[in-house]
């Protein structure tokens, strides 16, 4: 088993910027890859960001590149820097782990381990 967890979220200015961390624990020896989640009120959870951690390639959804950035220290933490933040970007924020991911970084259900998501709120 792995345990994740979220911190870091908050309220935030339109235009700010927010970093997330997730701590994992456990068997995290297992783990292929970890990504970032959103869901935002009255709508499916959404792809945002993924990392390999054999090599440190890193994917992600169209709707953030080039204003959020995920990298990971070790098998432990793993972060995500968001700049720019606008009020779409209201969300509960989630990390996941995964053990088995190849090709397949944004489908959700290919995820194995989940934390309790942080509240990422963007003022306007």
């Known amino acids: 088993q792995v345990q994740l967890v979220e911190s870091g979220g908050g309220l935030v200015q339109d235009g700010g910027s927010l970093t997330l961390s997730c701590a994992a624990s456990?068997?995290?020896?297992?783990?292929?890859?970890m990504g970032w989640f959103r869901q935002a009120p009255g709508k499916e959870r959404e792809f945002v960001a993924a990392i390999k951690w054999s090599d440190g390639n890193t994917y992600y959804a169209d709707s953030v590149k080039g204003r959020f950035t995920i990298s990971r220290v070790s098998k432990n933490m793993v972060y995500l820097q968001i700049n720019s933040l606008q009020p779409e970007d209201t969300a509960v924020y989630y990390c996941?782990?995964?053990?088995?991911?190849?090709?397949?970084?944004?489908?959700?259900?290919?995820?194995?381990?989940w934390g309790q998501g942080t509240q990422v709120t963007v003022s306007s």
């Open positions: 456990g068997r995290t020896l297992s783990i292929y890859g």
């Open positions: 996941a782990a995964g053990r088995s991911l190849y090709g397949s970084w944004f489908r959700s259900s290919k995820y194995d381990y």
